[in-house]
């Protein structure tokens, strides 16, 4: 927000990250930093123009660690907490664009879906909803989440506007993959947003170019 201070939430040592990023998309060294804004008066995260902030800072010889300012309210700082990569997978959600063709092509897509999620879940011994996720595939809580940056980059406020623009944020979806996602519940999130979760999508062509500055942000939440 505009002559408000953002909320550091999370950074990223792309170092530590390379040797999971099989395909090379993530710029090999460098720190990504996510800041936040936080509404005191609802209070919660705030998704508005100028509300986030995604930082890639490449150099980090001369960084500097600076503490929240004396005059920040006490319920936006957040308690460190370390970070510990691990790899997992993730499948496209059942009603993405990517899987499009499928749900057309075969009746028994979903019975063939949901198992295969079931597999993931077997193999993974993972809580669905216990951890953060660098890059792969959204793991949605309602529709693709690539639909949400498009309803937001098309400024979509309204259910009559979706089923108007419907084919357009269809395509406009596909622009977008996802950079970030951070869980709310049972994590240091959880004191604002619920159970909701923060989503980062960025252009993969922003992203080969280390371009951080068009990134866009979404939630989700039951």
């Given at each position: 927000?505009?002559?408000?201070?953002?909320?550091?939430?999370?950074?990223?040592?792309?170092e530590?990250?390379?040797?999971?990023?099989?395909?090379?998309?993530?710029?090999?060294?460098?720190?990504?930093?996510?800041?936040?804004?936080?509404?005191?008066?609802?209070?919660?995260?705030l998704?508005?123009?100028?509300?986030?902030?995604?930082?890639?800072?490449?150099?980090?010889?001369?960084?500097?660690?600076?503490?929240?300012?004396?005059?920040?309210?006490?319920?936006?700082?957040?308690?460190?907490?370390?970070?510990?990569?691990?790899e997992?997978?993730?499948?496209?959600?059942?009603?993405?664009?990517?899987?499009?063709?499928f749900?057309?092509?075969?009746?028994?897509?979903?019975?063939?879906?949901?198992?295969?999620?079931?597999?993931?879940?077997?193999?993974?011994?993972?809580?669905?909803?216990?951890?953060?996720?660098?890059?792969?595939?959204?793991?949605?809580?309602?529709?693709?989440?690539?639909?949400?940056?498009?309803?937001?980059?098309?400024?979509?406020?309204?259910?009559?506007?979706?089923?108007?623009?419907k084919?357009?944020?269809?395509?406009?979806?596909?622009?977008?993959q996802?950079?970030?996602?951070?869980?709310?519940?049972?994590?240091?999130?959880?004191?604002?947003?619920?159970?909701?979760?923060?989503?980062?999508?960025?252009?993969?062509?922003?992203?080969?170019?280390?371009?951080?500055?068009?990134?866009?942000m979404?939630?989700?939440?039951?």
């Amino acid at each position: 927000m505009d002559n408000e201070f953002l909320t550091f939430c999370a950074q990223y040592n792309l170092e530590e990250i390379n040797i999971y990023d099989v395909s090379n998309k993530l710029p090999a060294s460098g720190i990504i930093y996510v800041f936040i804004y936080i509404d005191k008066e609802w209070p919660g995260f705030l998704n508005k123009k100028n509300s986030y902030k995604v930082i890639f800072q490449e150099n980090t010889d001369e960084l500097i660690r600076t503490e929240f300012p004396l005059n920040y309210f006490s319920e936006g700082i957040f308690e460190p907490s370390k970070i510990e990569y691990f790899e997992s997978y993730t499948m496209p959600d059942d009603e993405s664009i990517i899987l499009k063709y499928f749900q057309d092509s075969y009746e028994d897509f979903h019975d063939f879906y949901d198992s295969t999620y079931e597999y993931i879940q077997h193999l993974t011994e993972l809580d669905i909803d216990s951890f953060h996720q660098v890059l792969g595939y959204d793991r949605s809580i309602q529709s693709s989440v690539t639909y949400s940056f498009a309803e937001i980059e098309l400024e979509i406020t309204s259910q009559d506007e979706w089923n108007t623009k419907k084919s357009e944020i269809l395509e406009l979806s596909k622009k977008y993959q996802l950079l970030l996602q951070l869980e709310t519940d049972g994590n240091n999130l959880d004191k604002f947003g619920g159970s909701s979760t923060i989503y980062f999508g960025i252009d993969p062509k922003d992203l080969k170019m280390k371009n951080f500055d068009n990134v866009i942000m979404a939630f989700q939440g039951t």
